[in-house]
């Protein structure tokens, strides 16, 4: 069956870097993503990766993909006081018609 | 251009009685999905339409829940009897069809509904 798990909190420094991980069990992804939910809000789509893909990169945001470990993480670079929120990362399977497969989210604090 | 709209934003209503959440899609968007996020959790699936049909209903709890898209745009999420459970907020969700790849693209969340079941 499908399974996402994630850390439960991050707290970071405003400056820094954030590294938020993610594991999955179901081999057969097509896409994962990461969602940001701020209080209150639906969720923002921030990225996806392609499973054939090793690596993402987006303005501040990188995504590394390691298919063999079913390890999937996302850095922010140069956090900001803005970022702090609930990251979720997600899995779908085409042939499942791309449901997604939610981790529990992983809220980030910046610090100023 | 609109994102996904979701009415009511807040729905309070007493356990037994029945409610009615609607879903607006982005325009031309054919994929539309129905999550339920519980306080603290992730979303969770429910059902997932492409076009006018219900393509994977098994995220749905039980019979109370049924939802529809009878024009293969707005969707309305039904439950039935209200159980004090059932409160959570309620996200929909849809996506355009990559015709390339026969996948769905990355989904568009509208903000839910947060319904309170007292």
């Known amino acids: 069956g499908e399974d996402v798990e994630q850390s439960l909190f991050l707290s970071v420094r405003e400056g820094d870097s954030s590294v938020i991980n993610c594991t999955y069990t179901?081999?057969?992804?097509?896409?994962l993503y990461w969602y940001k939910q701020e209080p209150g809000a639906g969720l923002q789509l921030l990225t996806y990766?392609?499973?054939?893909?090793d690596m993402k990169q987006d303005q501040r945001l990188t995504v590394l993909l390691n298919k063999k470990d079913k390890h999937l993480s996302l850095r922010i670079a140069d956090t900001q006081t803005g970022d702090s929120a609930i990251y979720f990362c997600?899995?779908?399977?085409?042939?499942?018609?791309?449901?997604?497969?939610f981790g529990g989210g992983t809220r980030v604090l910046v610090k100023p | 251009g609109a994102g996904v709209s979701q009415t009511p934003s807040n729905k309070v209503t007493e356990k037994g009685k029945y409610v009615e959440l609607r879903c607006d899609p982005i325009?031309?968007?054919?994929?539309l999905y129905w999550y339920r996020q519980s306080l603290g959790q992730g979303p969770e699936f429910l059902i997932y339409?492409?076009?006018?049909?219900?393509?994977?209903d098994s995220g749905l709890p039980n019979d109370r829940f049924f939802a529809v898209r009878p024009e293969g745009s707005v969707s309305t999420l039904k439950i039935q009897r209200t159980e004090r459970g059932d409160s959570a907020v309620y996200l929909c969700?849809?996506?355009?069809?990559?015709?390339?790849?026969?996948?769905?693209?990355?989904?568009?969340f509208g903000d839910g509904t947060r319904l309170s079941i007292l």
């Open positions: 325009s031309g968007h054919t994929a």
């Open positions: 179901d081999s057969s992804s097509t896409y």
């Open positions: 969700a849809s996506s355009l069809k990559d015709h390339q790849t026969s996948s769905n693209q990355p989904q568009h």
């Open positions: 990766i392609f499973s054939n893909m």
């Open positions: 339409f492409q076009g006018t049909g219900a393509a994977d």
């Open positions: 997600a899995e779908s399977i085409k042939a499942a018609g791309n449901k997604l497969t």
